[in-house]
């Protein structure tokens, strides 16, 4: 393996307004944020040739049209302007740091100067996420009659498999839940800005599917979130702080043959991602002090601090007990408020967050750190993780 080891840096991060069934169309958002971006990074529209998305709705029964339920590299292309781009990425599963990750390799290879990478996402009004049909085909012939049509239940499933096992209840993983609307009341960005919970708030939240209740999942909302990448060398000629790509790896497969969700297929897709990222950045988990996982779900982060080493599988609910990953602990997890605090943005709240820490522009939350590690969606269905550093 060749390493790109801080060959590499992001130089502009932003977001869009993030809101609940927002007044403007997800194209407009998707502008929003990308032009923030690039004036973040000190250049402009022209300086961009480079482009990388995941232009997925990733939801049940969404539509198609390009600047309503998605954002494409085309529609950004031509509505922006873009004028000068070299190359173009849209990948097909992930999230926003796996489409980073295709923006890393194309600047390190000289393929483009200046990258910008985005994930715009869409609440649309009405039911979310429900299969309102009579005939299924394919794996769904033996899920949906059972009541596994939305990925609530089926991700149901390896959270009951892990509680069953180890021992992990709900109580333990309200330590994690309120501490995350903590942070994110710390937030401005953040839907739940100012909006903190209690232990009781989240242990009498209605049931999804047992035993995912609602505070256990994201919320879909409005947004997106952007940054820019460029090389090390570059990097020293713009007036702001470059945050380097010590490591970074898109990954994320399944190895089970069956068709619902299991720990143990996560579990083994999640560590090989893990040791693959250990290897491509030359650190471990010792050399980290600041924490990004993803958090679709609750007991996602639990099952990460676990594949990454942080602590032995089956005790990451023990773990998490104590002050080690509150804001001035050890280990400072989430401290954007992650999903579950700003919303269902696929990995934008750890990757900005970790580039805007980095840089010590975090205000109220900013916390000590010089390495940290972003992680962002399941290792059953794509995922993309890197390690930044503040020091080249």
């Not at 292309?77 to 890393?104: D, F, K, N």
């Amino acid at each position: 393996m060749m390493p790109i080891r801080n060959r590499v840096a992001i130089v502009g991060s932003a977001y869009s307004r993030i809101g609940r069934h927002l007044d403007a169309p997800l194209g407009a958002l998707a502008l929003e944020a990308t032009a923030s971006a690039v004036a973040d990074a000190g250049l402009t529209l022209d300086d961009i040739d480079g482009i990388s998305n995941y232009p997925n709705p990733s939801r049940l029964n969404a539509g198609n049209v390009d600047g309503v339920d998605l954002v494409t590299v085309n529609y950004l292309a031509r509505t922006a302007p873009l004028r000068h781009l070299r190359w173009s990425c849209s990948i097909t599963q992930g999230t926003i740091t796996s489409s980073l990750v295709e923006a890393v390799h194309a600047v390190a290879a000289g393929a483009c100067n200046y990258a910008l990478v985005y994930r715009a996402m869409h609440s649309p009004h009405g039911p979310f996420g429900i299969a309102d049909v009579r005939r299924v085909s394919g794996n769904g012939e033996f899920l949906a009659p059972y009541g596994l049509s939305n990925t609530v239940m089926a991700f149901a499933l390896p959270y009951s498999r892990y509680m069953a096992k180890y021992g992990a209840t709900r109580e333990h993983l309200a330590t994690f839940i309120v501490r995350n609307r903590r942070n994110a009341a710390m937030n401005p960005d953040a839907v739940f800005f100012r909006s903190p919970i209690s232990r009781q708030d989240y242990l009498d939240s209605p049931m999804v599917a047992e035993p995912l209740s609602v505070l256990d999942c994201d919320m879909a909302v409005d947004g997106c979130g952007a940054v820019v990448v460029t090389t090390a060398e570059r990097a020293k000629d713009l007036p702001v702080t470059p945050v380097y790509v010590t490591g970074c790896v898109a990954l994320g497969l399944s190895y089970d043959h069956a068709p619902v969700q299991t720990l143990e297929g996560f579990m083994h897709s999640a560590k090989r991602l893990a040791s693959t990222l250990w290897d491509n950045a030359g650190v471990g988990p010792a050399d980290i002090d600041h924490l990004n996982l993803y958090d679709g779900f609750s007991y996602f982060p639990l099952l990460w601090l676990e594949a990454f080493g942080f602590c032995p599988e089956g005790e990451a609910f023990e773990f998490i007990q104590d002050a080690t990953t509150e804001p001035g602990g050890r280990l400072p997890l989430n401290t954007s408020g992650g999903a579950l605090g700003m919303g269902r943005l696929h990995g934008s709240p750890q990757l900005v967050e970790a580039v805007r820490q980095l840089q010590g522009r975090c205000g109220e939350r900013q916390v000590q750190c010089s390495m940290s590690l972003v992680q962002a969606g399941s290792p059953l269905h794509g995922c993309g993780a890197l390690v930044l550093s503040a020091e080249r």
